[in-house]
């Protein structure tokens, strides 16, 4: 196995700039969309690699879905932009700041808090709900900051911090239904499966919501920063460097964990402590089959199908077609092997020489 530390970009089908720290990033068939923290938002073509339109707004940039346009929150707004031309069809004002954004048929759902200062807190928080011109339907307050939003059965599931902790579930009707965790530990992130989702909470545990059925699951004792599902396996991973696979293994690397993917062959783990790390796990056992280097912090690793977008805090965007990924490696580790073989000759050579 070759740990030889190599530049991750080394492996991209391209790489592109997005000039500020990236902040959201997503993907589908055709297209790669990034938006930053200072606002710009910019669509390239995956065939090509080629920028199609860049746009800037007050940023940052919160969270942004594709559907048959770009919806995405940006400070204390949400835009609708074409997905053609890049121009901005409508944009309505939100209390306070701007969080996550599910989009469901017609209807587009949107969350946002407010902050108190003098207490270092959030006080309160609204989901919107608008149709797809961009018009109000409902507007519900809750206390709690939301940090995971997905529609599941009909209802939207909402992550929350404290005081109250645990998930609310908001009905057609805007009946408002409060489930506490185990713990009752706040929620700093989630993810949704095929049947469910996850909820990653701070004090290392995870609320696993599988087909109505609830699961407690103590992974760690550290918070946890990274979660990934495929609709047979989740991976989540600490502040501590720890990843916990539902294989049945757990690991330690180096570090904060940042960002976990899960692709046909390896599992994708970024860590960061002195310097970035990328970490292809085997996802039999864990173990560490390739590491790789990177100057910046990675912020987000999106995947679709074989398609694998990874930005990074200065807003490098590297794109990468998992398909051709091995190939790329051994290709590229034949040629490390080939100059180390060169410059050993010419060591003896010159060794003769003297």
Same mark, same amino acid.
């Given at each position: 196995?070759? &740990? ?10 391209f ?6 720290? *990236?902040?959201?990033? =997503? ?6 969309? %990034? ?11 995956i ?8 746009l ?10 594709? %559907? ?6 940006a400070? %204390?707004d949400?835009? %609708?932009i074409? $997905? ?6 409508w944009?309505? /004002? ?17 969350? #946002?808090?407010?902050? !108190?200062i003098?207490?270092?807190d ?6 919107f ?5 961009? @018009?109000l ?11 995971? &939003?997905?529609?599941? =059965? ?9 005081p109250? *902790? ?22 700093? &992130?989630?993810?949704?499966?095929? =049947?469910?989702?996850?909820?990653g909470?701070?004090?290392?545990t ?8 609830? !699961?407690?699951?103590? *992974? ?6 990274? &979660?990934?599902?495929? /609709?047979i ?15 049945g293994? +757990?690991?330690?690397?180096d570090g ?7 692709? @046909?062959?390896?599992?994708?783990v ?14 039999? /056992?864990g ?12 912020q ?8 694998l ?6 807003? +490098? ?5 998992t398909?051709t990924?091995?190939k790329? $490696?051994?290709?590229?580790?034949? #040629? ?6 060169? /410059?050993?000759l ?9």
């Amino acid at each position: 196995m070759n &740990m030889q530390m190599r530049p991750i970009e080394d492996l991209a089908s391209f790489v592109r700039d997005l000039d500020s720290e *990236c902040t959201t990033l =997503n993907i589908n068939q055709n297209y790669l969309v %990034a938006g930053s923290k200072l606002g710009r938002i910019k669509l390239w073509e995956i065939n090509t690699g080629q920028v199609k339109w860049s746009l800037d707004v007050d940023g940052p940039i919160s969270d942004l879905e594709i %559907a048959e346009r770009i919806y995405l929150t940006a400070s %204390a707004d949400l835009h %609708a932009i074409d $997905i053609e031309s890049g121009s901005l069809e409508w944009s309505r /004002n939100i209390e306070g700041s701007s969080d996550l954004i599910e989009i469901d048929e017609d209807i587009i759902f949107v969350t #946002s808090s407010l902050y !108190e200062i003098e207490i270092q807190d959030y006080t309160e928080s609204t989901l919107f709900k608008f149709n797809k011109k961009g @018009e109000l339907i409902e507007s519900i307050n809750f206390e709690e900051k939301p940090w995971f &939003m997905k529609k599941h =059965n009909e209802k939207i599931v909402l992550g929350i911090g404290r005081p109250r *902790c645990g998930f609310l579930t908001i009905d057609n009707e805007n009946k408002i239904l409060h489930t506490q965790t185990k713990g009752n530990s706040p929620v700093n &992130m989630g993810i949704k499966t095929s =049947n469910g989702f996850i909820l990653g909470h701070s004090d290392g545990t995870i609320t696993k919501m599988n087909s109505g059925e609830y !699961e407690y699951i103590q *992974c760690g004792n550290d918070s946890i920063t990274a &979660m990934f599902s495929t /609709n047979i396996s989740w991976q989540v991973g600490d502040s501590n460097g720890w990843i916990f696979s539902s294989y049945g293994w +757990k690991v330690e690397l180096d570090g904060k964990v940042s960002s976990i993917v899960e692709t @046909e062959d390896y599992i994708w783990v970024s860590t960061i402590s002195e310097n970035t790390t990328i970490h292809l796990l085997d996802k039999e /056992n864990g173990s560490v089959k390739y590491k790789f280097s990177h100057n910046n912090e990675i912020q987000i690793m999106k995947l679709l199908h074989y398609n694998l977008a990874i930005s990074d805090e200065e807003g +490098k965007i590297m794109f990468f077609d998992t398909r051709t990924l091995n190939k790329r $490696i051994k290709s590229k580790s034949d #040629s490390d092997q080939n100059i180390d073989r060169r /410059n050993l000759l010419k060591k003896r050579l010159r060794a003769l020489r003297e």
